[in-house]
């Protein structure tokens, strides 16, 4: 059984930064492409992004370009996202995603496996 347990959410101000970490059960995070997505109410679910674990690269959303990175540690079978320069609209519960896929796209339903997700509030 596939699971993924999200941490690190919480209220940070505008400006600062958060760092999300996802660990992975019943799957290998060096078989599985994992990312991220986020929705904040009364909106769409948004991708944010992801790592495929067979290139290794790293895929952005448009809105989180050069604010966001993602790392993984095969060891920890957890993948992390550093969110830097945080503003109030990156304010949604943010998701973890994996999928067996090399890159599985930037759509939500092309991911097999979704977490309960974590709050991320971003004050201004």
């Known amino acids: 059984q596939v699971r993924l347990v999200e941490s690190g959410g919480g209220l940070v101000q505008a400006g600062g930064s958060l760092r999300l970490s996802c660990t992975a059960a019943g799957v290998t995070s060096s078989t599985y492409s994992m990312g991220w997505f986020r929705q904040a109410p009364g909106k769409e679910r948004e991708f944010v992004a992801y790592i495929s674990w067979r290139y290794g690269d790293t895929s952005f959303g448009d809105s989180v370009k050069g604010r966001f990175t993602m790392a993984r540690d095969g060891v920890k079978n957890t993948v992390y996202m550093q969110m830097n320069s945080l503003y109030p609209e990156d304010t949604a519960i943010y998701y973890c995603?994996?999928?067996?896929?090399?890159?599985?796209?930037?759509?939500?339903?092309?991911?097999?496996?979704r977490g309960q997700g974590t709050q991320v509030t971003v004050s201004s």
């Open positions: 995603v994996a999928d067996p896929q090399a890159r599985p796209g930037t759509n939500s339903d092309d991911w097999e496996h």
